[in-house]
């Protein structure tokens, strides 16, 4: 089913998803500030980090605790808020929600219901992460964290062949064994940029090849919110992974052949019912 909505240039009814401060309170906009002032009800990650910023921008809404541990239990409620005629606005401790944060479940539990959702434009670390790292952000993939166990070396494994440049968040402590894992991967001499407190003072970026991060991050202990942009294959390293693959597919099918019990020596089935 069609879903069409359009917006209206004022205020009603409908989750707002508003981006906040991803370091600097000068990042909020005018337009948020608003929004969060006039909701009935302001869903958040974390209401004593969000309690601080309302309190700077002498925001006075009702906050409620919207995050990941609770989110499954909550959705259907706040969706029944929103068909009652209520307006809520749903933040994060920083960025945009949904990015790497909760916020999906929500936004896709309200659109299936036909309730607007209308997200703000605003900050995120990502962005300016991106494009701050001198390597190509007219086309990239956005990955978030990484799994820290499970399907982490198969998820890596897969972007090996990916040409365009790659997102990552990571937390500092386990920063350095990611830029090595990457380095056994991807090569130590892929570039890459390391971005970490974006939009604070002490904003710093780094680049180089991997080696040279490694080298940087060996001496010098990594400290706050970390982005990760790491350079995409090159043609070659594209060709070279599909060709390992494709010839992983003939062997597969080759070892199957091979034991496919019905095949006998000659080629002819065994199976008399044939």
Do not use: W
Not at 91 to 96: L, N, R
Not at 239 to 257: D, F, G, L, S, Y
């Amino acid at each position: 089913m069609l879903l069409l909505i359009s917006f209206s240039p004022y205020f009603c009814t409908m989750l707002y998803i508003v981006p906040t401060p991803v370091g600097n309170m000068e990042d909020m906009t005018m337009r948020a500030i608003r929004v969060l002032k006039e909701a009935e009800l302001i869903l958040a990650e974390d209401t004593r980090t969000s309690g601080v910023l309302l309190q700077h921008f002498d925001i006075h809404t009702p906050l409620l605790s919207h995050h990941k541990y609770n989110e499954h239990e909550t959705v259907e409620q706040m969706v029944q808020r929103l068909k009652g005629g209520q307006t809520i606005a749903l933040i994060s401790d920083a960025g945009t929600p949904g990015i790497s944060d909760p916020g999906f479940l929500l936004s896709r539990e309200c659109a299936r219901a036909g309730i607007e959702v209308q997200t703000l434009p605003g900050a995120t670390a990502f962005v300016p992460a991106l494009v701050s790292s001198g390597l190509p952000c007219d086309k990239f993939v956005f990955e978030g964290f990484l799994p820290q166990k499970k399907g982490r070396q198969t998820r890596l494994e897969f972007l090996k062949g990916e040409g365009r440049s790659i997102v990552f968040y990571e937390s500092p402590r386990r920063l350095l064994k990611t830029l090595e894992q990457f380095a056994e991967i991807f090569g130590a001499e892929r570039h890459v940029s390391v971005a970490r407190e974006i939009s604070k003072l002490h904003e710093e970026h780094i680049r180089g090849t991997l080696s040279e991060v490694i080298e940087h991050f060996t001496k010098t202990e990594p400290l706050g919110e970390i982005v990760i942009i790491l350079e995409g294959a090159s043609e070659t390293d594209i060709t070279v992974k599909a060709e390992i693959t494709n010839n992983k597919k003939q062997n597969r099918n080759k070892e199957q052949e091979n034991f496919n019990p019905l095949i006998m020596g000659n080629g002819k089935s065994k199976n008399k019912y044939k």
